[in-house]
């Protein structure tokens, strides 16, 4: 007999759980299945352009055409995920958009220590790792992407995931948030607090006009002070560098191969940081010398 599945999201529940933060929260969709969250959002916002402020929310107990990064397929087993796609419409220049990938990274890592005790660290621009079993081990990632599918105002997209529950399809070098925490986790009452703490964090960066929080995302920036490789794509291919942290636009500040220990680091923005190198990295989590919050 094959194991029980998990509870499935709670569609009565979520609402009332997302209202209770005294904001104002638009359609919220619960689904037994979908192709994409993210899919499903755009389409909700062709049929019913924002007229107002409230955000939507679109999860699902399961995606048959989840995506990832670069177009890499997001595979997860009937509600052993997280998978939950919010919108906005944000008024803000196009040059910050690419930072919100590391504001919403930073939100879900806060939201995901508050409810579960379980510390997340951010792996340059998008994935959510934690340390477990001796290493590093993916637990999620953020796609954030730009639509102005029937809206006036530019709509801001935030699709995640996380792995909550056990799962046999999960790839290697993964694990679930319920292992890490020790317990059974209720992914309605998650959903909520990462979409409200999101939402909370999002605010904060169109306050400071679309700068990032330097100090709190460093210290949450796995591989802090480690040699990483990064990977600026076909053209320019891979380098290696010390992390040395962010600038206040979410670019990486690296230390490249070779150059001398009191090098201040250059900004680069690669597409992602591929691994770290060497021994194993566990400098992260601590300010830099002269940061202050």
């Not at 379980?118 to 990632?141: C, E, F, I, S, T």
């Not at 948030?177 to 986790?185: F, H, K, Q």
Request: charge should be neutral.
């Amino acid at each position: 007999m094959p194991p029980a599945l998990p509870p499935a999201l709670d569609a009565a529940s979520l609402p009332t759980l997302l209202a209770a933060d005294g904001r104002p929260w638009g359609r919220c969709d619960v689904l037994d299945t979908c192709d994409s969250t993210m899919a499903r959002m755009r389409a909700h916002l062709t049929e019913s352009p924002f007229v107002d402020t409230a955000w939507r929310v679109v999860a699902s107990d399961f995606q048959s055409a989840g995506r990832g990064r670069t177009g890499k397929r997001w595979v997860a087993a009937p509600r052993s995920a997280l998978l939950v796609t919010l919108a906005a419409p944000l008024p803000l220049p196009p040059t910050v958009w690419p930072r919100l990938s590391l504001v919403a990274g930073l939100a879900v890592a806060r939201a995901v220590q508050a409810e579960t005790g379980v510390q997340l660290w951010l792996k340059w621009p998008n994935d959510l790792l934690v340390r477990h079993a001796g290493g590093w081990r993916k637990v999620g990632g953020i796609l954030c992407e730009r639509s102005s599918a029937g809206c006036c105002e530019a709509a801001w997209l935030c699709g995640i995931g996380l792995n909550v529950h056990s799962d046999p399809e999960a790839p290697p070098g993964s694990t679930p948030l319920d292992e890490a925490a020790g317990r059974t986790l209720d992914r309605t009452r998650l959903c909520a607090v990462v979409a409200q703490t999101v939402r909370d964090d999002v605010e904060a960066f169109r306050a400071r006009r679309g700068m990032v929080d330097v100090w709190a995302t460093e210290q949450r920036l796995a591989f802090l002070g480690a040699p990483v490789e990064l990977d600026f794509g076909p053209v320019q291919g891979r380098r290696a560098g010390t992390l040395l942290g962010l600038d206040e636009t979410g670019a990486l500040r690296v230390r490249p191969e070779g150059a001398a220990a009191d090098h201040p680091g250059e900004p680069a923005v690669p597409l992602c940081i591929v691994a770290a190198r060497g021994a194993e990295p566990w400098q992260a989590a601590r300010p830099l010398a002269g940061e202050v919050p």
